[in-house]
C-alpha cells in the first residue's frame, strides 16, 4: 500500500515540477520570480532605459520593453516593473502600463520613463516617440498605473528651443528636500520646469539648462547628494554618459567628465542612479544578450558606483560580472 502511495506521489510530484518549470519558460507578463547572474540582470525578456526607485527595503525597477531579439528599429509598446530586496532576487509584475493605455498617443513608441512616489500615490512619467511626455498614477508601485490627465504632460510646443519631432522625451523626476518636485527631459535640448504638488501639471514657465562643455543628446537623470545636484545625461552619438554638478537644481553646472563609454553593441545608453543597502548603484542598458542583442534588443544592467572624497564619481566599470562579486565582500 505504502508503495503504491509513493509511486503515485513521486509521478504527482513530477508532473507538477514539469508544469512549474514550463510555467517558468513561458509566463513572461505576469508574477515571475527569477534570479539575476551578473550582466544583464533581466535575460528572460528585452528591457531598456532603466528607471529606479527605493522604499523601504526595496529596489523598484521600471524599464522600457523591446519586443524581440535581432531588432533593427525600435519596437515598444509597453512597459516593464521589477522589484527585489537584495540585488539578486528579482519579482516581475504583470504588466503595468501599456502604449495603448495613453489613447492620444499617435507614435507607438514607448520610450523612456521614470517613476516617483508623492503624497500615497505612484507617478510614472512616460515618452513616446513624438507625442510627448505622458504620466500615469497607481496607488500601488507594481502598478496597475493609468492615464492621469487623458492628454500629455508636455509636448513639443514646450520644447521652444528645439524643431525636430522627438525632442518631447526622456523625462526624469526629483522631489527635493523642500517638498518641490521637478521635472528634466528633451533630446537635442535639456529642458526642466517645477511640477505642482498633484504631480500632473507644470507650475511656471519651462527652461533649459546650458553651461559651457554641455554636449547633450539625451537621458537626462537628475540627483542629489550632500546637498549637491547631479545631472547625468547621453552625450554623442553613439552614446557615452557624463555628467555636472551644481549647488543649485537650476546651475550654474560644471561639466565633470564621461561617466561610462559607449555600452557594448548599443548605440544608445540610459542610467539610474540610486542608493540601496548602502551602497550606490549605476543602472544602464546595453546590447549584450547573445546572440539577438542589438541597439534595439537592449537589456538592463547594473554595476557599482563610487564617489571620490571630493564629490565627483568614479568612472564606471562596466562587468559581465555586475555586482556578484560587492555582494559576497559585503
Not at 179 to 196: D, E, P, S, T
Not at 211 to 225: L, N, Q, S, V
Not at 244 to 250: G, P, T
Not at 291 to 316: A, F, M, Q, W
Amino acid at each position: 500500500m505504502n508503495l503504491k502511495f509513493n509511486r503515485v506521489f513521486g509521478f504527482f510530484m513530477i508532473c507538477l515540477l514539469s508544469i512549474n518549470q514550463v510555467e517558468s519558460q513561458t509566463v513572461k507578463d505576469s508574477l515571475y520570480s527569477f534570479k539575476s547572474n551578473g550582466n544583464p540582470i533581466i535575460t528572460h525578456k528585452f528591457t531598456a532605459d532603466p528607471a529606479a526607485f527605493v522604499e523601504g527595503k526595496t529596489l523598484w525597477l521600471y524599464t522600457g520593453h523591446d519586443f524581440e531579439g535581432g531588432q533593427k528599429g525600435y519596437k515598444m509598446k509597453d512597459w516593464c516593473v521589477f522589484s527585489t530586496t537584495d540585488l539578486e532576487n528579482w519579482v516581475e509584475y504583470p504588466m503595468p502600463l501599456k502604449l495603448s493605455d495613453f489613447k492620444w498617443d499617435k507614435s507607438g513608441g514607448a520610450y523612456a520613463g521614470q517613476a516617483i512616489k508623492r503624497n500615497g500615490k505612484y507617478y510614472w512619467y512616460i515618452s513616446t516617440n513624438g507625442s510627448g511626455i505622458g504620466v500615469a498614477v497607481s496607488d500601488f508601485p507594481q502598478g496597475p498605473f493609468k492615464d492621469a490627465l487623458g492628454k500629455p504632460l508636455l509636448t513639443n510646443a514646450d520644447c521652444f528651443a528645439s524643431t525636430h519631432g522627438w525632442t518631447c522625451i526622456d523625462p526624469s523626476v526629483i522631489l527635493d528636500d523642500d517638498g518641490q518636485a521637478w521635472i528634466f527631459w528633451g533630446n537635442g535640448v535639456c529642458y526642466y520646469a517645477k511640477l505642482k504638488e498633484n504631480m500632473t501639471e507644470i507650475d511656471g514657465a519651462v527652461k533649459k539648462i546650458d553651461f559651457e562643455g554641455f554636449k547633450f543628446t539625451e537621458a537626462p537623470w537628475i540627483h542629489k547628494r550632500k546637498g549637491k545636484y547631479y545631472l547625468s545625461y547621453a552625450t554623442g552619438f553613439p552614446e557615452k554618459l557624463a555628467y555636472a554638478i551644481a549647488d543649485n537644481i537650476e546651475g550654474p553646472y560644471q561639466y565633470k567628465g564621461i561617466l561610462n563609454e559607449i555600452a557594448g553593441n548599443s548605440n544608445t545608453n540610459h542610467q539610474a542612479i540610486i542608493d540601496f543597502n548602502g551602497r550606490s548603484y549605476f543602472i544602464y542598458h546595453n546590447g549584450a544578450i547573445q546572440p539577438n542583442g542589438t541597439s534595439h534588443s537592449r537589456s538592463v544592467c547594473i554595476d557599482l558606483l563610487e564617489y571620490n572624497k571630493d564629490g565627483t564619481i568614479k568612472k564606471i566599470v562596466m562587468t559581465s560580472e555586475g555586482i556578484q562579486t560587492s555582494r559576497k565582500n559585503k
